[in-house]
């Protein structure tokens, strides 16, 4: 790595560092969530690790609790996840130079402040000549540095939940700190119309539908959200809503 690689992937992890508070307190909810569940500790810690996306974690968690077919719980898992879809889509313009290995782990590794603040940063992809004069790849290495970030602090908050969810009392109303933390990650990317509009049309109809099983409410929520999102996004970015 060189040193224009090396300062551009620490200005990265500062910028999501900037974010850290917040990654840390959803990711120690969510561990405390997996370690009150019917996981073990390294099931738990596995899921941490492995699967890295705080939401699905949470509502998989009901399903497996209750024993439902794997294919329901993947399912919903990824309807939890489609917003991931709308990201990679939108970096794939940046990245596509990449192999494919390298687009599959930057694709793994984008979490919603990942995605947010590196589309705010570039909002344009490079041009081919751009793409040339730039041979250290600095874009990919900033990105990679608040990927890190984002990783390290997540895992930080995830495991520390898993190892003290026995030592803490459910009266500390954690479910509250969890909406939070969720709030100040949604709140900056309500910059447009259309996700204002997806925003409101997932309360109403995840409000609505509260009462059927397992959380499905959830689901129903982000696909009308998607739906609206979609059908009311005319205009590009920027632009006066």
Request: with cysteine; net charge positive.
């Amino acid at each position: 790595m060189t040193p224009q690689q090396k300062q551009s992937f620490i200005e990265g992890f500062k910028e999501m560092s900037h974010s850290g508070v917040t990654i840390l307190t959803w990711g120690f909810v969510t561990g405390i969530a997996m370690a009150k569940s019917t996981l073990t500790v390294h099931q738990a810690l596995a899921m941490s690790l492995l699967v890295y996306a705080g939401s699905s974690q949470l509502a998989a968690l009901p399903l497996i609790a209750v024993g439902l077919p794997i294919w329901m719980i993947l399912i919903t898992s990824f309807m939890v996840n489609l917003r991931f879809v709308i990201f990679s889509l939108g970096l794939q313009a940046h990245f596509s130079y990449l192999p494919l290995w390298r687009r599959i782990f930057v694709g793994y590794c984008t979490a919603d402040f990942g995605y947010l603040l590196y589309i705010k940063r570039y909002p344009k992809p490079q041009t081919a000549h751009e793409l040339h004069a730039d041979h250290q790849h600095l874009r990919l290495q900033w990105m990679q540095g608040m990927q890190f970030a984002n990783w390290s602090i997540w895992q930080v908050g995830s495991i520390s939940g898993i190892l003290l969810a026995s030592q803490i009392p459910n009266s500390w109303g954690l479910e509250f700190a969890g909406a939070i933390a969720l709030l100040a990650i949604i709140v900056p990317m309500l910059d447009r119309a259309s996700a204002r509009w997806a925003a409101l049309t997932a309360t109403v109809v995840a409000v609505a539908t509260y009462g059927i099983p397992f959380r499905l409410n959830i689901v129903l929520a982000i696909g009308a959200a998607l739906i609206v999102g979609m059908m009311t996004d005319r205009s590009p970015k920027g632009s006066t809503p």
